[in-house]
């Protein structure tokens, strides 16, 4: 498949703590944000999303927290499994009209989880 | 439920050769679709977006084009591959939404030009 992530910043954890994976994002107009997962060879896999309104959210053993100050997006992943290893990617989206709403990801984080 | 499918998997070409990847979505209408490519160790690249048949925008300027013929359909083609077009080609839809909607992506094609 194909090597995602070659150069990526690696996260590595042991089974069953939590990882915490960060990402910056530059453009203060963006008010939509999504976490991805990426398996080699596969296609971006949605895991959350979180709108500029909101600080927090929850989805299954993931939380996204939002910090508009400081530009910084973190997805929190409980009991880390090991078919989690994966290259997780943020992505920012910018308001404007319903036709574009293109992504802009970030460089992608490697997470390893040793068993 | 929605489904994006996207061939081939893999495709090797000569350098100079044409190029025709496609991409279908089922089970919904009007989505908004892109076409991305991502170098290895890199994130991705929009290259392409549609938010209706025949309408066509183009991110960068490239040696590549994409068509829309139907609804749910996208094309990414090329008339001569170059070295440099070798990449991960992905696909994606979304709902039209001002506020913003996750895509979705498909499992991508593997470009490999010799």
């Known amino acids: ?115 | 439920s929605q489904t994006i499918h996207q061939w081939p998997a893999t495709l090797v070409q000569p350098v100079g050769s044409p190029l025709s990847l496609e991409c279908t979505v089922e089970g919904t209408s009007n989505p908004n679709l892109y076409w991305y490519r991502q170098a290895a160790g890199r994130g991705l690249q929009l290259l392409f977006y549609s938010v209706g048949i025949g309408q066509i925008s183009s991110e960068v300027p490239q040696n590549l084009s994409a068509s829309r013929p139907q609804d749910r359909q996208f094309i990414l083609s090329s008339k001569k591959l170059l070295l440099s077009d070798s990449g991960f080609y992905l696909c994606a839809w979304s709902r039209k939404d001002r506020d913003g909607q996750p895509q979705h992506f498909g499992d991508g094609t593997r470009l490999s030009i010799l």
């Open chain 1, 1 to 115: 498949g194909e090597s995602v992530g070659l150069h990526l910043p690696t996260l590595s954890v042991q089974e069953g703590d939590n990882s915490i994976i960060n990402c910056a994002y530059s453009n203060s107009a963006s008010d939509y944000f999504i976490w991805y997962k990426q398996e080699s060879g596969k296609g971006p896999q949605f895991i959350i999303d979180i709108r500029s309104n909101m600080d927090k959210r929850q989805g299954q053993r993931v939380t996204v927290l939002l910090n508009k100050t400081v530009k910084h997006l973190s997805l929190q992943i409980a009991a880390t499994q090991p078919g989690d290893s994966a290259v997780y990617f943020c992505a920012e989206n910018r308001g404007g009209d319903t036709g574009r709403r293109a992504l802009t990801f970030g460089s992608g984080t490697r997470l390893q989880v040793q068993p």
